[in-house]
Each structure stands twice: as C-alpha cells, then as structure tokens.
C-alpha cells in the first residue's frame, strides 16, 4: 500500500471518529442555549418611564413571530400606533427559514419606518453591568 493511500484511510478513519465523538458529546452531555434575561432586579421606573399598553394588542402569536410582535409593541410604545404584527412578519428581513429573525433583521425594519435603533449585545457582562446598563438606558 502507498503512503498517499496510507495517508487517505488514516485520514478518514480520524474523520469518522471525530464526527462520532462530537455526535455523542451533543447527544448525552445536556447542552442548554439561553437567549432570555434570567436577570431578576426591583427596578423601580418612574411613571413617566413605564410603558403604556393597550388589551387589544395582547395577541396570539404564529410561529416563531415573537420578533414582529416585539417590534408592533416597540412601535406601538414609540409613535402610539398600531401596526399588525403579521404584516411586519412578512416585511421583516434577516430571517432564517424556520422564521426565527436575527436582530438585524428588526432594526433593517425599524430603519424603513424611519425608527432609528440599535442593538446592545450583553452576554459578555455580569449580572450586576447587566442592570447598570438597562438602568442607564431606562434613564437616558
């Protein structure tokens, strides 16, 4: 047998065993992606801070449409308008094929209605900068 052929079955025998081992460690090690605040705080906002919120807009969502609805909230609580959830689903951009929508795809959304935004990511801070920093903005 060649060293090239040698080189190939190794190759691919260390390929297989990799692709098992990384199969098994995802199968039988529980692994749990959190993409929710599991921060707890009393933050008490004044009432010129607390949002106003109208029955009407406490809807049954679709699949995977929690994007669209935060944003009809989002612009509801902005301009005092409402705008169906649904058809802010269908205009939304950045979204993978399960529905689920990047946040990017929100602010591009935000940005045709003239609604200028930005995303803060904070995974990286600890719980208490966590709170400081929505406190901040809260404030601001």
């Keep these: 047998m060649s060293i090239s052929k040698k080189r190939k079955i190794y190759f691919s025998i260390s390929f297989v065993f990799i692709l098992i081992l ?7 090690i529980p692994v749990r992606l ?3 605040s599991t ?7 004044p009432e010129s801070k607390q949002l106003s919120w109208e ?5 049954k969502q679709s699949h995977n449409s929690c994007a ?22 269908k ?7 399960n529905n689920s929508t990047y946040p990017w795809g929100i602010v591009n959304y935000l940005k045709k209605q003239n609604i200028n ?3 803060y990511y904070h995974g990286f ?13 809260i404030n601001h």
């Design 22 to 28: 990384v199969y098994l460690l995802f199968v039988f």
């Design 34 to 36: 959190v993409f929710v």
């Design 39 to 45: 921060i707890s705080s009393n933050i008490q906002l």
């Design 55 to 59: 029955n009407e807009l406490n809807k």
């Design 68 to 89: 669209s609805y935060s944003t009809m909230a989002y612009i509801f609580e902005k301009n005092q308008e409402i705008v169906n959830p649904e058809t802010i689903n």
């Design 91 to 97: 205009n939304i951009t950045g979204k993978l094929r």
């Design 117 to 119: 935004t930005k995303i």
């Design 125 to 137: 801070l600890s719980n208490k900068s966590k709170i400081q920093r929505i406190e901040e903005r």
